[in-house]
């Protein structure tokens, strides 16, 4: 079965989280969304995907090709 790559997983939340930081004070503040400013966000995604996959292999990938099929 499929699965939906680490490396995208990691994006798609890194993604998110920036989206998040724009409006943390309630207020829209535009957040520049590049690597200089997200890389280690996005490296701590795939370091925590990472270890999900090397803790519960099987689970790991249910949760992966779910996303993938459901995207």
Do not use: Q
Not at 52 to 62: E, P, R, S, W
């Amino acid at each position: 079965e499929k699965e939906i790559p680490i490396s995208m997983l990691a994006f798609i939340r890194t993604a998110n989280h920036a989206a998040i930081m724009e409006w943390h004070t309630g207020t829209h503040t535009h957040v520049s969304f590049s690597a200089n400013t997200f890389l280690d966000m996005y490296n701590e995604h795939k370091l925590l995907l990472s270890g999900i996959k090397a803790g519960n292999a099987c689970g790991f990938h249910l949760m992966m090709h779910r996303l993938y099929r459901d995207a």
